[in-house]
């Protein structure tokens, strides 16, 4: 929850000093992030209910630190929120990262946002959700995570 806007800079020292080791493993770490990537844009390219990641831009290198899929909730029974409580009872955990601005406490008190104010943001922020994407998966923990997200869309699909 947002209380204010601002920044947040600050990095310890011990944190720093675990960057810098990871650092020898970062293009290691980037090759499996990328092969775990393709299996989920493989298995999740016939899912009419999902919309996956925007393909790399020409001359770019994405980080792979992230897998979000938007989940066309008019096609299914169910929201994102209660499709994250079923993955988890799959044994799958994902997340939330992206939540309308506007609605943060901070916005909402100091501008009056309101739902309704920014419909795209809303949808978005409502159907996004982010997969596993580590170094530390397996392919057999990538292969759960599909099977799982695949017998959910069918289970819940309208």
């Avoid at 980037?30 to 393909?55: C, G, V």
């Avoid at 170094?135 to 599909?146: C, E, G, S, W, Y």
């Amino acid at each position: 929850e947002t209380l204010y806007p601002g920044y947040k800079y600050n990095m310890m020292d011990l944190v720093a000093s675990f960057g810098l080791h990871q650092l020898r493993n970062v293009e290691d770490n980037l090759k499996i992030r990328q092969h775990f990537w393709k299996m989920y844009d493989t298995a999740l390219s016939n899912i009419p209910e999902i919309i996956r990641p925007a393909p790399e831009s020409p001359h770019t290198r994405h980080a792979r630190h992230l897998y979000a899929i938007l989940l066309m909730t008019e096609k299914l029974k169910i929201g994102r929120n209660r499709f994250m409580d079923a993955l988890k009872a799959e044994g799958v955990g994902s997340g939330i990262h992206f939540t309308a601005l506007h609605l943060h406490k901070y916005y909402r008190k100091t501008f009056k946002h309101k739902m309704g104010d920014f419909p795209n943001a809303e949808y978005i922020s409502e159907r996004t959700l982010s997969l596993p994407l580590s170094p530390a998966l397996t392919k057999r923990d990538v292969v759960d995570v599909i099977n799982a997200i695949q017998k959910l869309i069918t289970y819940y699909r309208k």
